[in-house]
């Protein structure tokens, strides 16, 4: 079991940043592909970002891209992710992921996770 608990999400008006943290308890963190992904309220969840357990290798989905980072320091067992230029769009709930398995490779694909945080809010005013 791995244990998933995002912060750093909140009111920012257009054009602001964020940092969102995802911080992993329970499992060795370092050998684990880490996934963030965002739902909107009556919209189904979306891809945001990925990172590798290697390299580390990233990617971002077509909505952030250019205007997110995705890191991670193993030592903290947390993933972050920036948030610059945020739109209103940006609005939703932003969770973060991990697969059951270690070593998976980077993945968008939502059925390959299987341990998810609660969320953390990020709300966009225009």
């Known amino acids: 079991q791995v244990q998933l608990v995002e912060s750093g999400g909140g009111l920012v008006q257009t054009g602001g940043s964020l940092r969102l943290s995802c911080a992993a308890s329970g499992r060795p963190f370092i050998s684990y592909t880490v996934g963030w992904f965002r739902q909107a309220p009556g919209k189904e969840r979306e891809f945001v970002a990925a990172?590798?357990?290697?390299?580390?290798?990233?990617y971002y989905g077509d909505s952030v891209e250019g205007r997110c980072t995705i890191s991670r320091d193993n030592a903290k067992k947390t993933v972050y992710l920036q948030m610059n230029n945020l739109k209103p769009e940006d609005t939703a709930v932003y969770y973060c992921?991990?697969?059951?398995?270690?070593?998976?490779?980077?993945?968008?694909?939502?059925?390959?996770?299987?341990?998810w945080g609660q969320g953390t809010q990020v709300t966009v005013s225009s």
């Open positions: 992921a991990v697969p059951d398995l270690r070593y998976t490779a980077l993945t968008i694909a939502e059925d390959e996770y299987n341990y």
């Open positions: 990172i590798s357990w290697t390299s580390p290798d990233t």
